[in-house]
């Protein structure tokens, strides 16, 4: 998980303690697309970013690379199988400690 943090912080310029991963397992028989009895998607991690702002569309399409190469590589798995998802933008929706961002 360290080296996953790490990597990130590091594609989105991220100083100490800004970049926050958690992982969460899906079973594969809690998976199914429709059509498909052995869905490659079982083996798919999807990534869910939330940003205080969003960069333009350039911007995010060049960094959601990055993040999906990251990911790749640090859990052995094909840039195909990772799926970034830009959740809205945090500015005055989140709080840190109770300190709206």
């Known amino acids: 998980m360290q080296?996953?943090?790490?990597?990130?912080?590091?594609?989105?310029?991220?100083?100490?303690?800004?970049?926050?991963?958690?992982?969460?397992?899906?079973?594969?028989?809690?998976y199914a697309e429709n059509g498909e009895e052995d869905p490659l998607g079982a083996e798919a991690i999807f990534v869910s970013i939330t940003k205080r702002d969003l960069p333009s569309?350039?911007?995010?399409?060049?960094?959601?690379?990055?993040?999906?190469?990251v990911v790749a590589t640090v859990c052995q798995r094909s840039m195909e199988r990772v799926h970034v998802i830009y959740e809205p933008p945090g500015r005055h929706r989140i709080a840190l400690g109770g300190r709206l961002i």
Do not use: D, I, K
Not at 3 to 29: D, I, K
Not at 57 to 69: D, K, M, P, R, Y
């Open 3 to 30: 080296e996953l943090a790490n990597a990130l912080a590091t594609v989105f310029g991220s100083a100490r303690a800004e970049t926050w991963v958690r992982l969460r397992s899906l079973p594969p028989e809690n």
């Open 57 to 69: 569309a350039s911007l995010l399409a060049n960094e959601a690379t990055a993040v999906a190469s």
